[in-house]
C-alpha cells in the first residue's frame, strides 16, 4: 500500500491514509520517497486552513528518494537515480524573469500533473508546493528532481529541498553575503541556523547569532556564528560587536519584530532581508528617515533562498561532503511518518533543530 499524510479538510487533523498514484506523464517522473523533512511550511498550511490550496491536500515539500519510473520525454534522470524534490523549478523561457537569463526570480514554476489520489474515494490530491513528499511515492516534474550523489544520506539530502537552502541561499543568493562583510542573524532555529552556514562558505568576516535560547546560542557557534548575543538588546550588541552595524541582517523569526531589528541593526547602505513565511496580517513599523532613507537600509525578500536547485542542490552537497557545510548537526530526530502529525504540532515550540521522516 501507498501511504501519503492527508490533509483533508480546514479544522480537520492531518491523517496517514492509503493514495494510489498515477503514472508519470511527459517530461515527469515518479519517485520513492525515503526521507522528508517537517518543515514549518506545513504547519503554515494547516493554520491557514490550507493555505489557499484546494482539498485534499498531500503534506509534505522537504522530500529526498530515488527516482523509480520516468515519463514520455524525461531526459534529465533515469530510473534508480537518487534525487532531492525542489519545489523550486524555474520554467526557463515562459516568464519574463526566465526570459531575460533571471531564473532566481521565476514566478512560474515548473508542475507535474496531478496525479495523485485519495484511496477512499479517488479524489485528486492538491500537493504542498508542487511535491507532497510526505507519501511513499509521488510524481513530480523532471525539473524538480535534481540528482545528488549517493554518498549523501537521504536524511540529510532532503533538507536541501527546503529548509537548509532557504537559509544558505538567502545569505548565498538572494543577498550574497560579500567575503569579509558583518552579518547578523536574528533567530537561531533550522532556517536561522543555515543562514549561518551560508554566512560562512560566503566568507564573511563576521557572524552574530541573536536568539532567546542560550542553547541555540551555543549551537550557533558551532556551526559558524563568531558571537552570540541575547535577543533583548541586540540591536544595540550587534552594532558594538560590528564596529557599527551589520552589512547583512537576516531575520529568520516569523515575528515583524524580528525584521524591525535587523533595518535597524545594519550599517549604512545594508541590507535586512526577511526569511520565513510571516504569519497573515502582520505589519512592518519602520521609520522612512531615520531606519531606511538616513542610513540607506534595504530589504530583502528571500523564497526558499531563490535557488536554481539543478545548480545549487549539487553545490550545496558536495559542500557537505566536503566538510565546508554541517548538514548531519541539523537532523536532530527521525521519526515514522505516522508520527509527523504530532511532529508538525511539536514545531509550535520546536526542541531540535529538524525532525526528519523516515519512510
Ligand atoms: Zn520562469
Ligand atoms: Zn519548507
Redesign the pocket.
Known amino acids: 500500500m501507498t501511504r501519503g499524510l492527508v490533509y483533508a479538510e480546514a479544522g480537520s487533523p492531518p491523517v496517514v491514509e492509503e493514495i494510489t498514484v498515477d503514472p508519470p506523464g511527459p517530461f515527469e517522473v515518479s519517485v520513492r520517497i525515503e526521507a522528508c523533512g517537517v518543515c514549518h511550511t506545513d504547519l503554515h498550511v494547516i493554520e491557514t486552513g490550507g493555505w489557499g490550496m484546494p482539498f485534499p491536500i498531500l503534506l509534505g515539500h522537504e522530500g529526498a528518494g530515488v527516482v523509480e519510473e520516468v515519463g514520455d520525454e524525461v531526459s534529465q534522470v533515469v530510473p534508480g537515480d537518487r534525487v532531492v524534490v525542489a519545489w523550486r523549478a524555474?520554467?526557463?523561457d515562459?516568464?519574463r524573469?526566465?526570459r531575460r537569463g533571471d531564473?532566481r526570480r521565476?514566478?512560474?514554476n515548473l508542475r507535474p500533473r496531478r496525479r495523485l489520489h485519495r484511496a477512499s474515494d479517488g479524489s485528486l490530491l492538491t500537493a504542498v508546493l508542487r511535491s507532497g513528499a510526505f507519501a511513499d511515492t509521488i510524481v513530480v516534474h523532471e525539473a524538480q528532481a535534481v540528482r545528488m550523489p549517493a554518498a549523501l544520506p537521504p536524511e540529510q539530502a532532503c533538507l536541501l529541498a527546503c529548509g537548509f537552502s532557504t537559509g544558505a541561499g538567502a545569505a548565498l543568493w538572494t543577498t550574497p553575503v560579500q567575503p569579509g562583510s558583518a552579518v547578523a542573524v536574528i533567530g537561531c532555529g533550522g532556517v536561522g541556523l543555515a543562514v549561518v552556514q551560508g554566512a560562512r562558505l560566503a566568507g564573511a568576516g563576521a557572524i552574530v547569532a541573536v536568539d532567546v535560547v542560550p542553547e541555540k546560542l551555543e549551537l550557533a557557534r558551532e556551526l559558524g556564528a563568531t558571537h552570540a548575543v541575547h535577543a533583548d538588546n541586540a540591536v544595540a550588541e550587534v552594532k558594538a560587536l560590528t564596529d557599527g552595524g551589520a552589512d547583512y541582517a537576516f531575520s529568520a523569526i516569523t515575528s515583524p519584530a524580528g525584521l524591525v531589528d535587523a533595518v535597524r541593526m545594519c550599517a549604512y547602505g545594508g541590507t535586512a532581508t526577511l526569511v520565513g513565511v510571516p504569519p497573515p496580517g502582520r505589519t512592518l513599523e519602520v521609520d522612512l528617515e531615520r531606519d531606511l532613507f538616513s542610513p540607506k537600509v534595504g530589504i530583502a525578500v528571500t523564497h526558499g533562498g531563490d535557488t536554481v536547485p539543478q545548480e545549487d542542490f549539487p553545490f550545496l552537497a558536495q559542500a557537505a561532503l566536503d566538510g565546508r557545510l554541517d548538514l548531519q548537526r541539523f537532523v536532530t530526530r527521525t521519526i515514522g511518518l505516522e508520527d509527523v502529525p504530532a511532529a508538525l504540532d511539536e514545531l509550535h515550540h520546536p526542541t531540535g533543530v529538524r525532525t526528519v521522516a523516515l519512510l
Do not use: K
Open positions: 524555474p520554467c526557463g515562459s516568464c524573469a526566465c531564473p521565476c514566478s512560474n
